[in-house]
């Protein structure tokens, strides 16, 4: 999936990759595009993981884990940093999800258990002002449950915010009419995918509405 | 590879269109881009809004963009100078706008624009001819008006050094609206006195990064406003 | 004027000093008291003007005169320069006036001229958000109109914001009562002083409301 | 003569008293004044609100302030910790509440604060559970919500380097909340890692200028949270 989410990674994109499986998708970017990654904590320019040994703890990322700076990065306080995101500065960000809806809702902050410690972070700031919002997630929960479904039951993230899925299954855009397949993964028909979708999906090649 | 660096001050603005909007940095000649006004001023683009905080002086950098006709509106908190008469003789006849902003306000709604901050409460201009159409509304028992972010098509900076990923440093009190209007337009178009590799500016100290800068130009020598002035020179 | 003022600034403060006869007060502060000038421009810990042929265009204060930077200064945007303003961080701004009313309102900006281009600056920040606000102005114009008045016919720049004025005549605060008598100049009687005000005096010593 | 510097951190923080509104600079462990923290657990000062990205890790900086029971509402984006549940005990059981605020809004909110605007506009959470109880409002089209500026009687913050003005730099993504937090409170407590004389922190780099800065100490060698925590430190 992250492999797959790199090729859309257009050269000179300012990129805020999330937490988790979607930080995967920075190795993945063909060598040739200069992308520069984003990290909400403060530092545009953001590298690849230090070697071993070589980490700085106060050089870290928005998971907190020890990252470089390439040549012609730049550090800044939190309110600069989020006004690149809320200013609509940034080009695309990657995330993971619990649930997206068929009109683009994105739940991945909370599954409202009623013991769970509610914890946001930056994700609401990045759907309301990031450009375009791509989703990485399995295509269904571990129990086999639909993760894109009509309307997310999940506390949303936003509403109406997600551009593009890329799932284990298909890679899927939020259409005018919804769930529009736009590529299935290979030996994956369009009927398997379907099932495992809790709203309908537009084929490929379909009318995308 | 990112590279932002073209050619000519020409070049930087060919695309700057009729009615657009465009910021201009600078507080007084501090951090003019008089290059890529007069690059303007050849270009042609009418009927623009500027913002910057003044008028220009004499009859160079903003003044002449301004004596030529090609601005229909001024957003300025402070639109008098010793030495310009441009800007006063085409307000009373009314060929040029004015809209008068306090100064502090004229920058928090342009860093607001840039942050996607589309309106804020501000204690300033309370009680004064300057709330006239603004909404007032309480705090805690303090009263504060209403004001609008401000966004524009393209920004005019001046820094004095730059990358080709748009990282920007500026030279002391030049660096004024500039950090806040690059923020806040779609096009941000800086002239630096040096071009430097990436990595050269130190990241701790970058003021301006690259992510609000869509273009840079190399003047490696820049006029300044007051000499020109001083000389009575003209522009074009 | 300025003399007198500067005696009333305290070691330690960050003062904003106003364009003309404001900018005078520095020279006067006694030399072992370590003030901080902050110019909205963007400079705090601005220093005296350059010895001739040392200035910069680029180093200048509000009134776009060149100045220096001291040892410890910093450099900022202007949106930072009048966080310290309306954040209520500067403890001192002195500026000249028109009007001054009673209740502390002031009018410094503008004759309200039909033919005069409108222009305000700063000023209405800085009242708005200064902690103590004092002004230095002549007791009365050129033609002998009062410049304290009871109420300010000139477009105010702001709304019971002055706490003390400096005229060539005495020092006069602002108190619950109106204008309360603090000093008066050597040999200018208070009979003197209330005739050339437009509103009632209280005397040196008198009950401050 | 101007002289911010306190000989101790324990004199730093000695005025800090119950129920007062502390800012605690850090994302993570990157730029947590965990000196600071440390003395202030020792000053004892309890129903602390506390401003912080995080809630802490382990038992060491934040976390054992509010193990020690002095914190009554922590005002965070992400009060969770794969080290640490310090926090989450407290918060079921009720005796630390929490007010959660989008990390972009929490920023903001602080530097709002800081400048003197009470309240500001924001697209953050719209249509999203944190929109609850906040008044919503559309601007050119689209619906924002309003927010309001956060203040606080005492930022504790770490810097790199500082000067007896109170001029503060930071050492990379260290720098996060604190340049606001040092805007917003009334009391602003810098510890550094060295003290240097005015005029050798370049005018152009400075960070956080010193008028915002009311106490300067010096914390030469500070502990690093990740490696307490990884020693099973817990304080005191």
Known sequence: ?209 | MINKEVATVADAVADVFDAATVMIGGFGEAGSPIELIHALVDQGATNLTVINNNTGSGEVGLAALIKAGRVSKMICSYPRSQNSMVFPELYRSGRTALELVPQGTLAERIRAGGAGIPAFYTPTAVGTPLEEGKERRSFDGRDYLLEHGLTADFALIKGRKADRHGNVVYNKTARNFSPLMAMAASTTIVQAQSIVQPGELDPEVVVTPGIFVQRVVSVADPAHESELVAAGASYP
């Not at chain 1, 090729?7 to 499986?21: K, R």
């Not at chain 1, 995967?24 to 040994?53: Q, S």
């Not at chain 1, 639909?146 to 593009?164: I, M, Y």
């Open chain 1, 1 to 209: 999936m992250a492999e797959r989410c790199a090729l859309d990674i257009q050269g000179g994109a300012y990129v805020n990759l999330g937490i988790g499986i979607p930080e995967l998708v920075a190795a993945y970017v063909p060598e040739d595009r200069e992308v520069i990654y984003h990290t909400e904590n403060g530092l545009l320019g953001m590298g690849p993981p230090p070697a071993p040994g070589a980490g700085e703890p106060e050089l870290i990322n928005a998971g907190k884990r020890q990252v470089t700076a390439n040549p012609g990065a730049a550090y800044f306080h939190h309110a600069d940093s989020f006004a690149m995101i809320r200013g609509g500065h940034l080009d695309l960000c990657v995330l993971g999800a619990l649930q997206v809806s068929a009109a683009g809702d994105l739940a991945n902050w909370s599954t409202g258990a009623r013991d769970a410690i509610p914890a946001v972070g930056g994700a609401m700031d990045l759907v309301a002002g990031v450009k375009t919002v791509y989703v990485i997630t399995q295509h269904t929960t571990r129990d086999g449950d639909a993760k894109l479904v009509e309307s997310c039951t999940f506390p949303l993230t936003g509403v109406g915010v997600v551009d593009r899925i890329y799932t284990d299954l298909a890679v899927i855009d939020i259409g005018d009419a919804g769930f529009q397949v736009v590529e299935l993964s290979p030996g994956v028909s369009f009927e398997y995918v379907q099932e495992r979708t809790g709203a309908r999906l537009l084929p490929v090649g379909g009318n995308r509405g």
